[in-house]
């Protein structure tokens, strides 16, 4: 176990659904991820949070909302997808602003998009 | 725009085998880089990592990496492979100017027949 855990690690929705992806980080990090991850492609960087404060987005579609209520927790709100954002969603954090920024990894949550 | 490239989307190895992959970034500053492993069905977990320092890296399970600042390379390396090490491995890199963010490479499937 890393310390960051995801629920669910497997959901199934339809294009029309609304659902919520959690992860909750017990490493006492100041900086919460979401990644994207599908085959044969470098890991997506979807939102960074620092502090509870969004600093990144990119370019992420808007039918994908984050939601940061503090430090260790993170959460993705999902509506109106489309089969191609089905992919395995990641969640890492990490210490921002001091030593080597090594990010820790959930399991992820497993998306299929019908 | 940076990035890393990982040469090698697949490597097939029998067991006893030496292994190299290599990893090449695009930035000319500062970085820490690392090196991450994804056994099949678990999370995302730290191989090693540089920060500063002695250039040639030991990580766990027996593998190394060396960094070469002319090169822009940070390869990957374990003298004799075991089946276990069959996982996706996955080159990140931290440059001086993305404060806390990485940047990844697409990742390398080692399979190691046993």
């Known amino acids: 176990e890393t310390g960051v855990t995801q629920t669910p690690r497997h959901l199934v929705m339809g294009m029309t659904n609304k659902k919520s992806l959690k992860c909750e980080q017990h490493l006492g990090h100041n900086a919460m991820y979401w990644y994207k991850q599908s085959a044969k492609k470098p890991l997506e960087l979807m939102f960074v949070?620092?502090?509870?404060?969004?600093?990144e987005n990119n370019s992420v579609p808007s039918r994908f909302s984050p939601e940061c209520p503090n430090s260790s927790h993170l959460f993705l709100h999902l509506h109106t997808l489309q089969p191609e954002d089905s992919a395995l969603y990641l969640c890492?954090?990490?210490?921002?602003?001091?030593?080597?920024?090594?990010?820790?990894f959930g399991p992820g949550t497993r998306l299929t998009v019908t | 725009a940076q990035s890393v490239s990982q040469h090698n989307h697949h490597v097939i190895l029998s067991e006893a085998a030496s292994l190299e992959l290599g990893c090449n970034y695009s930035?000319?500053?500062?970085?820490?880089l690392f090196w991450y492993v994804q056994y099949p069905g678990q999370h995302l977990q730290l191989l090693l990592k540089?920060?500063?320092?002695d250039p040639l890296v030991k990580g766990i399970k027996g593998f190394e990496a060396e960094f070469i600042k002319s090169k822009f390379s940070f390869n990957l390396r374990k003298p004799s492979v075991q089946w276990s090490d069959t996982a996706e491995y996955f080159c990140?890199?931290?440059?001086?100017?993305?404060?806390?963010?990485?940047?990844w490479g697409a990742g390398t499937k080692l399979i190691i027949k046993p």
């Open positions: 890492a954090s990490s210490q921002a602003g001091q030593g080597s920024h090594e990010q820790y």
């Open positions: 930035y000319g500053g500062t970085v820490n």
């Open positions: 540089y920060f500063s320092g």
């Open positions: 949070y620092n502090f509870k404060e969004q600093t």
């Open positions: 990140a890199v931290n440059p001086s100017n993305s404060n806390y963010q990485l940047i």
